[in-house]
C-alpha cells in the first residue's frame, strides 16, 4: 500500500487545517494508521493513532482536545482535523499504516506552518 499526504499549509495562530491520508488501496486490512510530525530537529514524534474499526484512538497529551483523528475505510483515507493551531505544531506531518505482521508503511510528509 502506498499513502499519499494532503492539506497541509501556513496557517495563522489559532487557525484550522484539516490533513488528508488516501491509500492506494483498500484500508480495512490496516490494523493501525497514525499520524506523526517531525519539526526540524527534532526526532519524529507521534501526534494520534486509530484502530481499524476507528473504535480506539490515542493522542499525543500536546494536541488532546485540538486534533482529531478519523478514518473513512470505505473512501481508503485517514484524517487529522487540526484546530487551535499553535506555533509549536509546525512540523512535516506523516501518516503511517500497519498490518501486524506484513508491512509498516510511511507517506511522504506535507508541511504545516502555524505563524504567530
Known sequence: ????????GLVQAG??????CAASRSIFSINVMGWYRQAPGNQRELVATITSGGGSTN???SVKG??????????GTMYL???????????????????Y???N???QGTQV???S
Open 113 to 115: 506552518t502555524v505563524s
Open 15 to 20: 487557525g484550522s487545517l484539516r490533513l488528508s
Open 81 to 99: 482535523q487540526m484546530n487551535n493551531l499553535k506555533p509549536e505544531d509546525t512540523a512535516v506531518y506523516y501518516c503511517n499504516a500497519v498490518r
Open 66 to 75: 485540538r486534533f482529531t483523528i478519523s478514518r473513512d475505510n470505505a473512501k
Open 1 to 8: 500500500v502506498q499513502l499519499v499526504e494532503s492539506g497541509g
Open 105 to 107: 508503511v510511511w507517506g
Open 59 to 61: 493522542y499525543a497529551d
Open 101 to 103: 505482521g506484513i508491512y
